[in-house]
């Protein structure tokens, strides 16, 4: 399980575990390393299938040939049953999806939605948490927010269903469609703090980047991701969830009760 320690791997990895599994964690904390390939064939060798998430975008520079290398190498020593998670609605994706696909293995891409968890866990949550407002570069699209318990289900199935889904791309969201501004109006409903959501330009949102010193190159690919991203497209449901596990996706508001609870946004 590549991205062990993150949103998706630790889910995954749980649930694979939870199912009798023997799982393997990696990450740079287990010494596997994506921008090492000499990392890679401890890491893989003996597996019977390995889930593989990019530690950045999928649809970032690089991607697919970091992607593509590591397939091929999983390939080479036997380990034929990848699992590898995409984007739903980022063009910049496929060709980390294709680099895939061309490696040899018998492969499943399983296309995420927003995740619900972009809101409690990574770089969003701290400046909700602590200013009470959400900045984001997503005017009043819509999104099916989809609950990562939810991918962790679909990719151990994949990865453990034999070849029945070998070859297949999975579409997967959540049941529900939501604009930005009203996920944080469930979250400050939930919370009874006043949250807000702010939408700016992807311009703008680019520009606070780069001020907090991410690189010009990577502000410019991760403006162009939202760009296609955001832009409506994808304001629909996808049914993968319910295909795979025979059951509804998990509810946003079940997500924001849990970690409401949890005391994920109290200041
Ligand atoms: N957020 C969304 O809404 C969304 C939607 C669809 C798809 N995705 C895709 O999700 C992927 C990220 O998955 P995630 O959100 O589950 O991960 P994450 O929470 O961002 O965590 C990143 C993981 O990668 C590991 N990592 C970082 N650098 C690494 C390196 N050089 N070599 C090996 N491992 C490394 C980290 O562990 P260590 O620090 O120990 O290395 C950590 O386990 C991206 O490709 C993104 O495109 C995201």
Redesign the pocket.
């Known amino acids: 399980m590549?991205?062990?320690?993150?949103?998706?791997?630790?889910?995954?990895a749980r649930a694979a575990r939870a199912a009798g599994f023997t799982v393997r964690a990696?990450?740079?904390?287990?010494g596997?390393?994506?921008?090492?390939g000499s990392?890679w064939a401890g890491t893989l060798r003996g597996a019977d299938a390995a889930y593989l998430?990019?530690?950045?975008?999928?649809?970032?520079p690089g991607?697919a040939e970091v992607i593509g290398a590591v397939a091929r190498e999983a390939v080479r020593l036997g380990v034929r049953r990848l699992v590898l998670?995409?984007?739903?609605g980022?063009d910049q994706?496929l060709p980390?999806e294709e680099a895939l696909h061309a490696s040899g293995a018998d492969w499943t891409v399983v296309?995420?939605?927003?995740?619900a968890?972009?809101f409690s866990?990574?770089p969003l949550v701290a400046e909700l948490r602590e200013r009470g407002e959400l900045v984001f570069p997503a005017g009043g699209v819509r999104e099916p927010?989809?609950d990562?318990r939810d991918?962790a289900d679909v990719v151990v199935t994949a990865l453990t269903a034999g070849d029945r889904y070998a070859g297949r791309t999975l579409d997967l969201s959540g049941p529900r469609l939501l604009t930005f501004g009203e996920a944080v109006a469930e979250i400050a409903g939930a919370t009874g703090r006043p949250l807000r959501y702010r939408a700016v330009s992807t311009r703008d949102y680019g520009e606070a980047l780069a001020g907090f010193g991410v690189p010009r190159k990577e502000v410019a690919a991760l403006t162009a991701i939202f760009d296609t991203l955001l832009d409506g497209r994808y304001a629909h449901l996808s049914d993968g969830v319910r295909e795979v596990l025979g059951r509804p996706p998990r509810d946003f508001a079940d997500f924001v009760r849990e970690e409401a609870a949890a005391g994920t946004w109290t200041a």
Request: charged residues 20%.
């Open positions: 590549t991205g062990a320690s993150g949103r998706t791997g630790s889910r995954v990696a990450s740079r904390a287990t596997f390393d994506f921008w090492d990392t998430a990019h530690p950045m975008d999928v649809g970032a991607a998670l995409s984007a739903r980022e994706s980390t296309r995420a939605a927003w995740f968890q972009n866990e990574g927010f989809l990562v991918i």
